[in-house]
């Protein structure tokens, strides 16, 4: 980070205690990122963005307020500082808001492998998006396209506080996508695919992800109505993850300390199917979501949130550990006009040992699950109902598409039944590999 932003953000630190804060803190994020689209093989769109905001959050007392701006200059830094002030002067009293203190900050900041310095240009990024709608469009039955993608973005993270921490980090990241339409019998399907990464080589091909996005897209045509019944489920990888997520907002600190969390009276029992390991890594190599610390200047640390079934612990901020009476584990994210709230980093299930195809070759019928769409999750009860689309499966085999389907069950027995399979992509921040889920409820005809 350029020194002239950390002497701003040291400026503008300055001038909330002149005004009248007991502490403060303050995060700066500049991002550039550069995106190409393709369609029927001409540019449809070439976008370059250049974003630079800082959030500042300030404290007197027991009150507390944030602001942001993006025209963070010595003009103005007085101005808003003496603004945060103000507001937080207004607020009511928290008896759990809480400045980092000295020894909770991070002592010392691990270098991470979270940066690509190659920076593909737009022609570069063209290429690419060109190559991968191509790719789609040589696969016999696909007609139409809804555009190949490629871009790339680097943000730059500065983290600091009144009392003294001062810290940043940089990170890139390089995507390709496509979507594209086939029809048959008066019925058009799409389905898309796509690669991230945080550097350009660990991108899958373009070649590959176009073919793949065809395949996907032709294997939905002819698509009919699911059986309605209680049926073993497979969760594609593509769409496990959100079985991931959801879990992670059930061990959030915050919705624990509120009650609204359907495991909230479960820390140290069982919860999970044995063998299940439920891992948060913010100090991965090349990880989407790593960061050396927190959002409030915090050390990181991997830590296993389920292990053997066994719930360990809650992501928990500052604020959030204190209303239940723990430490801090930092977990704090913030956006740049709030204060910091916990959340995960890269947060996955651990791989299985079998291939997917073993989780189905002994289903005599089930529902393999490809796409969800809406959802009605009570994260109070833990009641369970996403629409889904994907492929009835039939004698262990994968048989017909299925569209405009509802899963349904109850999280607590979800997560006691699950089987995993070994195809995690690492590359995602939030990652699981194939799930089978026993005696889900499945509604279709």
Known sequence: MEQTYQTLIGQLLDAAKSAGASGADAMLARGQSTSVSIRHGK??????????????????????ASISTSQLDADNIKDLAARAVAMAKLAPEDPYVTLASADQLAQQIPMLDIY?????????????????????????????????????????????TSNGFSAGYQRSSHGV????????????????????????????????????????????????????????????????????????????????????????????????ADGLNFIDDPLRPRGMASRPFDAE????????????GVL?????????????????TGNAKRSLGSAPSPGSSNFYLENGTIGRDDLIADIDEGFLVTE???????????????????????????????????????????????????????????????LRIDGMTVAGS
């Open 312 to 328: 360990q612990g809650w992501f928990l901020d500052l604020s959030s550990a204190a209303k239940l009476g723990l430490a801090g």
């Open 372 to 434: 969800l769409m809406g959802s009605s999750v009570d994260m109070i009860t833990g009641d369970y109902s996403r629409g889904a689309g994907g492929f009835w499966i039939s004698k262990g085999k994968i048989a017909q598409p299925i569209s405009e389907a509802t899963i349904a069950g109850n999280l607590k027995d979800m997560l006691m039944n699950i089987t995993r399979a070994n195809d995690i992509d690492m590359r995602d921040s939030t990652a699981a590999p194939s």
């Open 116 to 160: 690509d310095p190659a920076q593909p240009d737009a022609d570069s990024l063209r290429q690419r998006a060109s190559e991968v709608e191509a790719a789609a469009f040589s696969v016999d039955g696909i007609t139409n396209s809804d555009g190949g993608n490629a871009g790339y973005g680097v943000v730059d993270v500065l983290i600091a």
């Open 177 to 272: 996508s496509a979507v594209v339409i086939a029809e048959k019998d008066g019925q058009m399907e799409r389905d898309y695919d796509y690669s991230s990464a945080v550097f350009e080589t660990d991108l899958d091909a373009a070649d590959a992800v176009g073919k793949n996005a065809a395949k996907r897209t032709l294997e939905r045509l002819g698509a009919s109505k699911a059986k309605t019944g209680k049926f073993p489920v497979i969760y594609d990888r593509r769409v496990a993850a959100s079985l991931v997520s959801t879990l992670a907002g059930a061990v959030n600190g915050a919705s624990v300390a509120r009650g609204t969390s359907f495991l909230k009276d479960q820390l140290g029992k069982k919860i999970a």
């Open 297 to 308: 200047g915090c050390p990181v640390q991997t830590r296993k949130m389920v292990e053997d």
């Open 43 to 64: 540019v449809e769109s070439a976008e370059r963005s250049e974003d630079f905001d800082i959030g500042l959050r300030v404290f007197v007392g027991q009150q507390t």
